[in-house]
């Protein structure tokens, strides 16, 4: 399982594609791991994404089912108050690329739960390579964050709204958003 530091999303207009981008810190140095996403896989990645964080909530029995929506906006909220947007990413510099140079078209991906709040991540393509990742459901709400403003910026017109609707979204051409 890879130990993400840093997660970046950014629309390329010649492939009307999603880069995905993730560093990792070890003790081999930085790795840097490219996904890319298209228009239909975003769509699907964004319902899952949602399943797994109401997961959460149901599961909680000390939650009452009218209350679930208000918890989700207050936890995402939280979450995208804490996250740091604004650290340049770092990817760049990175020593290693394990999945290779080119960045892999995923084509599936699994979510698991893995306790205490966290998420097990598996993208794939087609031949099989791919990338395992474990994030806190605090990660999974800013990951949603920037699916939605690059894909807003991309004009894909997805309807990807945030449980806290009042996050503005990116202008076309901004640069891409970074999560550390």
Same mark, same amino acid.
Request: proline residues 7%; hydrophobic residues 40%.
């Given at each position: 399982? @890879?130990?993400?530091?840093q997660?970046? #999303? ?6 009307d594609r999603l880069?995905?981008?993730?560093t990792?810190?070890?003790p081999?140095g930085?790795a840097?791991?490219?996904?890319w996403l @298209?228009r ?6 964004w319902?899952?994404?949602d399943k797994?964080l109401?997961?959460d ?5 000390r939650?009452r ?13 939280a ?5 740091d ?12 690329e394990?999945?290779?140079?080119a960045? #892999?078209?995923?084509?599936r991906?699994?979510i698991?739960?893995a306790?205490e709040?966290?998420h ?8 099989g390579?791919? #990338?395992?990742i474990t994030l806190a459901?605090a990660?999974?709400h800013?990951v949603r ?5 690059t894909a807003?910026?991309a004009q894909?017109d997805l309807g990807?709204d ?9 202008a076309p ?7 550390n």
């Amino acid at each position: 399982m @890879t130990r993400i530091s840093q997660i970046n #999303i950014k629309y390329e207009p010649a492939e009307d594609r999603l880069l995905l981008r993730m560093t990792s810190t070890g003790p081999e140095g930085l790795a840097e791991y490219r996904l890319w996403l @298209t228009r239909r896989f975003v769509r699907l990645m964004w319902g899952a994404l949602d399943k797994a964080l109401a997961r959460d909530v149901e599961t909680d029995p000390r939650v009452r089912p009218e209350s679930r929506q208000a918890l989700r906006q207050f936890q995402e909220e939280a979450a995208l108050s804490d996250a740091d947007f604004k650290t340049p990413y770092a990817g760049e510099q990175a020593a290693r690329e394990p999945l290779g140079p080119a960045p #892999i078209l995923v084509t599936r991906l699994q979510i698991k739960d893995a306790g205490e709040g966290r998420h097990s991540f598996t993208f794939a393509g087609e031949q099989g390579r791919g #990338i395992a990742i474990t994030l806190a459901a605090a990660m999974v709400h800013s990951v949603r964050k920037l699916l939605a403003d690059t894909a807003r910026g991309a004009q894909w017109d997805l309807g990807l709204d945030l449980y806290a609707k009042s996050v503005p979204a990116d202008a076309p051409g901004a640069p891409p958003r970074t999560l550390n």
